[in-house]
């Protein structure tokens, strides 16, 4: 996310907080059929391609650059007073 690259995850818990499929990356069963589609589909679609990129690039740097995540803290730590 933070080079501005579309993500491509297969399925897990652990990253479903991160990831939204389709929105900021692309979320696919672990096969390798599915890994080769989720490539191509990226590949070919440059609106895919862009959407991915600039939905991923906004959630790091809103979420997880050093700028974000002091906006994060700031604001929990507000809404706690």
Do not use: C, W
Request: aromatic share 4%.
């Amino acid at each position: 996310m933070q080079l501005g690259k579309p993500i491509i995850i297969t399925e897990s818990n652990a990253l479903s907080g991160y990831i939204e499929n389709g929105v900021n990356g692309l979320i696919i069963p672990k096969t390798k059929e599915a890994l080769l589609g989720a490539l191509d589909s990226v590949l070919s679609d440059s609106t895919l391609y862009e959407h991915l990129q600039a939905n991923g690039k906004r959630m790091y740097e809103e979420q997880f650059s050093e700028v974000g995540m002091a906006k994060n803290i700031i604001n929990k730590v507000i809404n706690r007073l």
